[in-house]
């Protein structure tokens, strides 16, 4: 009889073009099931041949392989076999073929250790691709094996399979229970075939998701990930990366490893994986959140196909962060989840998450139990836009993801990655995740971001895009606007692409937020972005334009629909503005919506849904544009019925902006308008801190006094009432629309507020009574701050910054110092010695807008220019200013009563920025309920500041020995200085006027800053 071969059942398939639109791609037949002849194996001499007739394959017996999904290198031998023989018998031709196929995977199994030196990349990778790759089969195994191990190796495998298939023969005799038993076994091993084959199609699809980015290029269409991604940096959360320990002890030692380092380092998200597999992953608009997502996504789902080598050493390093177990990526776009839940598609609950996932992924044909067998085995659950959901529904997706947490499915081992905007985020926290805020590009990151776009533009033409790279990172290094918008990778990408067209060369950069976006939405609406794409005019642009901004608007209210709509909707929402005959005016909103679909990658068409997929941020400023454009009472009602909803924040700001394009006064008036919002001390907190968000994006000439008078005398009356009538969440936004409109307590250049201390004596340190009260709240005290007994130190009278110096005053010094280019001249010996090594130009985190509000404490300076802060100030105004002494500092923060706190000696958490409540520092005196006894504000909380002392340890022991007024050093020399008052990160341990703690002179951080001391007093 002719021999028939074992046969592959269908061909290799490539990836397809998007999870959507491409999947069906996948669903063919196999070669067999239409009639197409098989592949033949290759011909074995008769010695080779033992294990083909071992088979039976001389008698016409055949056994067909499923196809190979994953190639052994990327499973688990198990897995691989159960892949590889997931059979279909030709009961008619050979009836005992099952017993048979039974003995081909007991060969494969007798080829293990081969298998394991092939996963492991040894010489003997070969006998994997024969025995179990894409293109192998048993015989072809069978002459590899020959090949490689000649006789001994043969005759070792065809004993396994002659025994294997005669014990099988004798117990296929005994009855049928025993076939069953085998049919169940060989469904078992099809079914694992089955999932294995869908994996690979939902994996396959995922990566050609992954792997181009939202954003249109003229000439290239869409970037590509592997093509321009650049690594993104993460600040852990300040309760896990600072920790309070219950000694006391933890965060001096954290000072203490970070003593020498210019800054605290952030971490690669790998790193971050490593210590917390579960993260939040929050940040500005434009940061690349989603983008970092689907790099990780990418990388898990290679890993997943067995592709590991294929990725960057960054990618493997997150691999590693992540565990052995190979994970499968689940990407969960969250406000498509809550719109399938708004339309009783799907239920809100895990059960309900994962019927969503499979109805998404309809087209790939996958098994109804295919997500609920990942996510048994183990996945990585992608978490895109908490902050996309509407607010009303916020809660409750966070509760459904807190329980996927909380109760994963079976033995899941998931790893969760999940992203928002920060202040979304700080509304709705999710229980059992570390929040990581996206740091702001640096430098030299945001330029090697402008060489891989030009790279990308200019592929054939290196050369060109190497000139076209330092033309661009000149212009925006020399460009202070430019330069502070240039820390996100959207705009930096942005920014590219608009520098790239040849009609800019030689043209400036748009120096304002909102004109960005508006020259990015001509250049995708005009350019051709594919080979063949007509350009569009500029007479074309305009009705677009207004059309693109209604349809963002509109899907941008939606509120609990979602911010996208199907065909119909979409006519419904925009045909108004396109004529009164409602038929009309609906065919030429189709007419509309097909000339724009796709056009730049802004309005985009995916499952029969519209929306701004690819660049909500554009949607954002395209619904400003249209807010902009209603007429004065419509807006007003418009804006005072969506105060406290932060969906609405960003296009105020960008609404705010694009009006500043073309007008003076019209912005002018957009502000007055919405500050007079509101009713009760809420709705006008909420009222002028929109209002604030609107002024931080105008250019500072173009705010006009009736603005500034409008905005900044309520914020300060509210800021200043005490007992405070809202929330300090709230309190913070007031408190920076102050800064924004000009807050008249700041007085740069000038004498600063300042505060008397009178002379005398008072308590210093803690003694054993307040070690005790403090130790029964677990907070201990630490040796170097307690005192033997009570210690009475005499202070001479002094005055003290009313306030932390903030980021508008030492803008005064950093102006008046000629950009640090006279800084010199204000610097002690030490500190001359550490700028020469430094070379700074501007303070730590200067660029950085989570830090740089006018009103804000400066942080990111070292003691070396606080002190020469001093200095400068002390020339101009001819005034004896310096740092003040620790002495001085805590009589100023605790009177002469010995209280443990400012405002007494019971915690309140409400009278400072503590805890990491607000995620970073707050406006200087938003805390009237914490003054200290002489009218000091922030004196806990918010910063550390720098003291003129240098670090002693023993200094306590020193002064009960030998009693001196005015105790202090001048704190030169290479020691430590004392740094006081805790910070935004820490708890009530710190936060006391007694704690004390030191760090290097050359740090800085982002709880650090410092406050003035004028001595003797004048006057």
Same mark, same amino acid.
């Given at each position: 009889?002719?021999?028939?071969?074992? =046969?592959?059942?269908?061909?290799?398939?490539?990836?397809?073009?998007?999870?959507?639109?491409?999947?069906?791609?996948?669903?063919?037949?196999?070669?067999?099931?239409?009639?197409?002849?098989?592949?033949?194996?290759?011909?074995?001499?008769?010695?080779?041949?033992?294990?083909?007739?071992?088979?039976?394959?001389?008698?016409?017996?055949?056994? @067909?392989?499923?196809?190979?999904?994953?190639?052994? %290198?990327?499973?688990?031998?198990?897995?691989?076999?159960?892949?590889?023989?997931?059979?279909?018998?030709?009961?008619?031709?050979?009836?005992?073929?099952?017993?048979?196929?039974?003995?081909?995977?007991?060969? =494969?199994?007798?080829?293990?250790?081969?298998?394991?030196?092939?996963?492991?990349?040894?010489?003997?990778?070969?006998?994997?691709?024969?025995?179990?790759?894409?293109?192998?089969?048993?015989?072809?195994?069978?002459?590899?094996?020959?090949?490689?191990?000649? $006789?001994?190796?043969?005759?070792?495998?065809?004993?396994?399979?002659?025994?294997?298939?005669?014990?099988?023969?004798?117990?296929?005799?005994? +009855?049928? =229970?025993?076939?069953?038993?085998?049919?169940?076994?060989?469904?078992?091993?099809?079914?694992?075939?089955?999932?294995?084959?869908?994996?690979?199609?939902? /994996?396959?699809?995922?990566?050609?998701?992954?792997?181009?980015?939202?954003?249109?290029?003229?000439?290239?269409?869409?970037?590509?990930?592997?093509?321009?991604?650049?690594?993104?940096?993460?600040?852990?959360?300040?309760?896990?990366?600072?920790?309070?320990?219950?000694?006391?002890?933890?965060?001096?030692?954290?000072?203490?490893?970070?003593?020498?380092?210019?800054?605290?380092?952030?971490?690669?998200?790998?790193?971050?994986?490593?210590?917390?597999?579960?993260?939040?992953?929050?940040?500005?608009?434009?940061?690349?959140?989603?983008?970092?997502?689907?790099?990780?996504?990418?990388?898990?789902?290679?890993?997943?196909? +067995?592709?590991?080598?294929?990725?960057?050493?960054?990618?493997?390093?997150?691999?590693?962060?992540?565990?052995?177990?190979? /994970?499968?990526?689940?990407?969960? !776009?969250?406000?498509?989840?809550?719109?399938?839940?708004?339309?009783?598609?799907?239920? #809100?609950?895990?059960?309900?998450?994962?019927?969503?996932?499979?109805?998404?992924?309809?087209?790939?044909?996958?098994?109804?139990?295919?997500?609920?067998?990942?996510?048994?085995?183990?996945?990585?659950?992608?978490?895109?836009?908490?902050?996309?959901?509407?607010?009303?529904?916020?809660?409750?997706?966070?509760?459904?993801?807190?329980?996927?947490?909380?109760?994963?499915?079976?033995?899941?081992?998931?790893?969760?990655?999940?992203?928002?905007?920060?202040?979304?985020?700080?509304?709705?926290?999710?229980?059992?995740?570390?929040?990581?805020?996206? &740091?702001?590009?640096?430098?030299?990151?945001?330029?090697?971001?402008?060489?891989?776009?030009?790279?990308?533009? @200019?592929?054939?033409?290196?050369?060109?895009?190497?000139?076209?790279?330092?033309?661009?990172?000149?212009?925006?290094?020399?460009?202070?606007?430019?330069?502070?918008?240039?820390?996100?990778?959207?705009?930096?990408?942005?920014?590219?692409?608009? @520098?790239?067209?040849?009609?800019?060369?030689?043209?400036?950069?748009?120096?304002?937020?909102?004109?960005?976006?508006?020259?990015?939405?001509?250049?995708?609406?005009?350019?051709?972005?594919?080979?063949?794409?007509?350009?569009?005019?500029?007479?074309?642009?305009? !009705?677009?334009?207004?059309?693109?901004?209604?349809?963002?608007?509109?899907?941008?209210?939606?509120?609990?629909?979602?911010?996208?709509?199907?065909?119909?909707?979409?006519?419904?929402?925009?045909?108004?503005?396109?004529?009164?005959?409602? &038929?009309?005016?609906?065919?030429?909103?189709?007419?509309?919506?097909?000339?724009?679909? *796709?056009?730049?990658?802004?309005?985009?068409?995916?499952?029969?849904?519209?929306?701004?997929?690819?660049?909500?941020?554009?949607?954002?400023? #395209?619904?400003?544009?249209?807010?902009?454009?209603?007429?004065?009472?419509?807006?007003?009602?418009?804006?005072?019925?969506?105060?406290?909803?932060?969906?609405?924040?960003?296009?105020?700001?960008?609404?705010? +902006?694009?009006?500043?394009?073309?007008?003076?006064?019209?912005?002018?008036?957009?502000?007055?308008?919405?500050?007079? /919002?509101?009713?009760?001390?809420?709705?006008?907190?909420?009222?002028?801190?929109?209002?604030?968000?609107?002024?931080?994006?105008?250019?500072?000439?173009?705010?006009?006094?009736?603005?500034?008078?409008?905005?900044?005398?309520?914020?300060?009356?509210?800021?200043?009432?005490?007992?405070?009538?809202?929330?300090?969440?709230?309190?913070?936004?007031?408190?920076?629309? #102050?800064? $924004?409109?000009?807050?008249? %307590?700041?007085?740069?250049?000038?004498?600063?507020?300042?505060?008397?201390?009178?002379?005398?004596?008072?308590?210093?340190?803690?003694?054993?009574?307040?070690?005790?009260?403090?130790?029964?709240?677990?907070?201990?005290?630490? *040796?170097?701050?307690?005192?033997?007994?009570?210690?009475?130190?005499?202070?001479? &009278?002094? &005055?003290?910054?009313?306030?932390?110096?903030?980021?508008?005053?030492?803008?005064?010094?950093?102006?008046?110092?000629?950009?640090?280019? *006279?800084?010199?001249?204000?610097?002690?010996?030490?500190?001359?010695?550490?700028?020469?090594?430094?070379?700074?130009?501007?303070?730590?985190?200067?660029?950085?807008?989570? $830090?740089?509000?006018?009103? /804000?404490?400066?942080?990111?300076?070292?003691?070396?220019?606080?002190?020469?802060?001093?200095?400068?100030?002390?020339?101009?105004?001819?005034?004896?200013?310096?740092?003040?002494?620790?002495?001085?500092?805590?009589?100023?923060?605790?009177?002469?009563?010995?209280?443990?706190?400012?405002?007494?000696?019971? $915690?309140?958490?409400?009278?400072?920025?503590?805890?990491?409540?607000?995620?970073?520092?707050? !406006?200087?005196?938003?805390?009237?309920?914490?003054?200290?006894?002489?009218?000091?504000?922030?004196?806990?909380?918010?910063?550390?500041?720098?003291?003129?002392?240098?670090?002693?340890?023993?200094?306590?022991?020193?002064?009960?020995?030998?009693?001196?007024?005015?105790?202090?050093?001048?704190?030169?020399?290479?020691?430590?200085?004392?740094?006081?008052?805790?910070?935004?990160?820490?708890?009530?341990?710190?936060?006391?006027?007694?704690?004390?703690?030191?760090?290097?002179?050359?740090?800085?951080?982002?709880?650090?800053?410092?406050?003035?001391?004028?001595?003797?007093?004048?006057?």
């Amino acid at each position: 009889m002719t021999t028939q071969p074992f =046969s592959e059942t269908v061909t290799d398939i490539g990836p397809p073009g998007s999870l959507y639109n491409q999947a069906t791609m996948y669903n063919r037949r196999s070669p067999r099931a239409t009639g197409a002849a098989p592949k033949k194996g290759p011909r074995l001499p008769p010695a080779r041949g033992l294990l083909q007739r071992a088979l039976g394959a001389d008698r016409g017996c055949s056994c @067909h392989w499923s196809p190979p999904i994953v190639r052994v %290198r990327s499973m688990f031998v198990s897995a691989a076999v159960g892949e590889r023989l997931a059979m279909e018998t030709e009961r008619a031709r050979c009836r005992p073929s099952v017993s048979r196929c039974f003995a081909a995977m007991a060969a =494969s199994v007798a080829l293990f250790p081969t298998v394991v030196l092939a996963r492991t990349g040894g010489p003997t990778s070969t006998i994997a691709d024969a025995c179990f790759g894409k293109d192998g089969d048993v015989p072809t195994c069978a002459q590899v094996v020959w090949a490689l191990g000649g $006789w001994p190796l043969l005759v070792l495998v065809g004993v396994v399979v002659l025994a294997l298939w005669l014990w099988l023969s004798a117990v296929t005799s005994i +009855g049928g =229970s025993v076939k069953e038993a085998f049919r169940s076994g060989t469904a078992w091993l099809v079914q694992r075939g089955e999932i294995a084959r869908a994996r690979r199609r939902y /994996l396959d699809a995922a990566l050609a998701e992954y792997a181009e980015l939202g954003f249109r290029v003229q000439g290239i269409g869409r970037l590509k990930l592997g093509r321009t991604y650049v690594s993104l940096r993460l600040a852990p959360g300040s309760e896990q990366a600072r920790p309070d320990a219950a000694d006391g002890s933890a965060e001096s030692e954290g000072m203490r490893e970070r003593a020498g380092r210019a800054e605290p380092a952030p971490v690669s998200l790998a790193e971050a994986v490593g210590d917390c597999s579960r993260l939040a992953i929050v940040g500005a608009a434009g940061s690349s959140k989603s983008t970092l997502l689907r790099w990780a996504g990418f990388a898990v789902a290679q890993n997943r196909l +067995g592709r590991r080598r294929r990725l960057s050493d960054e990618q493997r390093e997150f691999l590693d962060a992540l565990g052995r177990r190979r /994970l499968t990526p689940v990407l969960v !776009p969250l406000k498509e989840f809550n719109r399938s839940v708004k339309d009783g598609a799907a239920a #809100l609950s895990p059960d309900g998450l994962l019927a969503f996932l499979q109805e998404r992924a309809k087209l790939l044909d996958l098994p109804a139990t295919f997500f609920r067998e990942e996510f048994r085995q183990g996945c990585l659950l992608l978490l895109d836009g908490l902050d996309e959901v509407d607010l009303s529904d916020r809660h409750l997706v966070r509760e459904i993801i807190e329980e996927l947490i909380r109760r994963p499915f079976e033995n899941g081992g998931h790893r969760c990655l999940l992203t928002s905007r920060i202040d979304p985020y700080l509304r709705t926290e999710v229980s059992g995740l570390r929040a990581c805020t996206v &740091e702001p590009l640096t430098p030299a990151q945001r330029n090697v971001l402008i060489a891989n776009v030009y790279a990308a533009i @200019h592929e054939s033409q290196p050369e060109e895009a190497s000139r076209r790279t330092d033309d661009l990172q000149k212009e925006i290094d020399h460009n202070d606007p430019v330069r502070a918008l240039a820390i996100t990778p959207l705009m930096v990408t942005i920014f590219t692409a608009l @520098h790239a067209r040849p009609a800019r060369e030689g043209r400036g950069l748009p120096r304002q937020r909102s004109e960005v976006y508006e020259e990015a939405v001509t250049y995708l609406l005009t350019a051709k972005h594919t080979p063949g794409e007509p350009s569009l005019s500029r007479d074309e642009i305009e !009705p677009r334009h207004r059309g693109l901004a209604l349809a963002a608007f509109e899907l941008h209210q939606r509120g609990d629909r979602g911010d996208t709509a199907r065909r119909d909707d979409m006519v419904e929402l925009i045909h108004p503005l396109f004529g009164a005959a409602p &038929e009309a005016a609906r065919k030429a909103a189709v007419v509309f919506l097909e000339a724009v679909t *796709d056009r730049g990658g802004l309005l985009e068409e995916r499952d029969g849904w519209y929306g701004f997929y690819s660049h909500p941020t554009f949607r954002e400023f #395209l619904a400003g544009c249209h807010l902009a454009a209603l007429p004065p009472e419509t807006q007003r009602s418009f804006l005072a019925a969506r105060l406290g909803d932060d969906r609405w924040v960003e296009p105020v700001r960008l609404a705010a +902006g694009y009006l500043a394009i073309t007008s003076a006064e019209r912005p002018n008036e957009f502000v007055q308008r919405l500050a007079a /919002l509101g009713e009760g001390a809420e709705q006008r907190a909420h009222a002028l801190a929109l209002a604030g968000v609107a002024l931080s994006d105008l250019p500072r000439e173009v705010v006009n006094a009736e603005t500034t008078k409008a905005v900044a005398g309520p914020a300060r009356d509210l800021l200043e009432t005490n007992p405070p009538p809202v929330a300090p969440q709230l309190r913070r936004g007031v408190g920076l629309a #102050l800064g $924004w409109a000009g807050d008249a %307590r700041l007085k740069p250049g000038a004498i600063p507020e300042l505060v008397r201390v009178s002379e005398g004596r008072f308590r210093m340190g803690s003694n054993a009574k307040d070690a005790e009260f403090l130790a029964a709240q677990d907070f201990p005290v630490r *040796d170097y701050e307690r005192t033997a007994g009570d210690l009475l130190i005499f202070v001479s &009278e002094f &005055e003290i910054g009313r306030y932390p110096v903030t980021n508008a005053e030492f803008r005064a010094f950093w102006q008046g110092t000629r950009r640090y280019q *006279d800084l010199g001249i204000y610097l002690s010996p030490e500190g001359r010695q550490w700028l020469a090594g430094d070379g700074r130009r501007e303070p730590g985190l200067w660029d950085d807008p989570r $830090w740089n509000a006018p009103n /804000l404490p400066v942080v990111g300076v070292t003691w070396h220019e606080a002190d020469a802060y001093c200095r400068w100030l002390g020339t101009v105004t001819g005034q004896p200013f310096r740092l003040p002494t620790e002495a001085e500092w805590e009589k100023a923060a605790r009177g002469e009563d010995g209280r443990l706190w400012p405002w007494g000696n019971e $915690w309140h958490a409400a009278k400072c920025n503590s805890d990491g409540s607000l995620h970073g520092t707050s !406006p200087v005196g938003m805390y009237p309920d914490g003054v200290s006894p002489y009218g000091a504000l922030d004196m806990v909380g918010n910063v550390f500041e720098w003291c003129q002392d240098g670090w002693d340890e023993k200094a306590y022991e020193k002064l009960v020995s030998r009693p001196i007024p005015d105790p202090g050093s001048s704190g030169f020399g290479a020691g430590s200085r004392v740094v006081r008052g805790g910070a935004w990160l820490n708890s009530r341990g710190f936060c006391r006027v007694a704690s004390r703690d030191w760090d290097v002179p050359s740090n800085f951080h982002d709880y650090l800053g410092f406050r003035v001391v004028r001595a003797p007093v004048r006057g």
